[in-house]
């Protein structure tokens, strides 16, 4: 777990910076009060799930540094849609990283403004979860990657 | 003479921000079309003449691989060229690619330079006039 907690790290630096021009800071607190939340599955050598946790502050600079759109310009469509290609960016990124060789199936990302429950949540009562807590000058994110046995 | 672009991704944000990346890049006239997925891709490659497709691979009711090989099934579109842009860059997806005859696979995330380098290397999008940007790193498969 320790190795796959490296990678996702890894994969969602690089999907904030490449793709948002965020510089995420880890952080050991486990933020609570985080308003949109977006997941996806994946299925394959490994099967679980990656929920990407954010801030209304971090969405909207998301999307704005995204789209080069001013931040009161920000539409409920532009967060939505947002918050889901960076989660399923982020899950793939991982994914070729941790297992370059099998080959993976993905959900469609989905999109929720109530988020799930608080962590560690396991829908399943069978799953592994990592949680890693961010913050930045634009504002929180949280990514859960929860592995299936 | 303006160049026709096919961007196929269910992703509003990923087509306005390729539609973006090819505005500023410095080509002539580039003439963008929208489709949230492979099937809608090919109901518009059926009337309309594209010059190049860029598409991401999983998608509602037909991913790019798919529509990709559909195309290939097609006389006049056995030799479009095709840039994959997705995250879900495993080798088999890479094998996948490069077997139905996919020019170039951008891995998401992606840096601006990279989709750029992609339409030049296709060949059908010329530059405008002298490209002064420095190179930066490419994160893109060549096969």
Redesign the interface.
Known sequence: MKELRQTLMQSIF??FE??FYIFLEPSDVHFLGFDVEADIDFKGALKGSVSLQLSHNMIKHM?SH???VPLDQVTD??IQ??A??AT??I???F??RA??????D?S?PRFFTTLKGPWPYSPDGKSESIRLNFDSDSGRASVILSLSN | MSITALIVDDSRSIREVIRRIIRISGFGPVRCIDAVNGKEGLEILSREKVDVVLTGIHMPEMGGLEMLAEMRKQATLQNLPVVIIASDAGLRRLKNAADLGCGKFIKKPFYPEEIRKALADAGQLKEAGPDERAETDIDAVDF
């Open positions: 690089e999907v490449k793709m999307v995204l789209l080069n469509e532009h849609d947002c889901k290609e399923n960016m899950c793939g990124n994914i070729t297992d370059r060789q099998n080959a993976y993905f469609s």
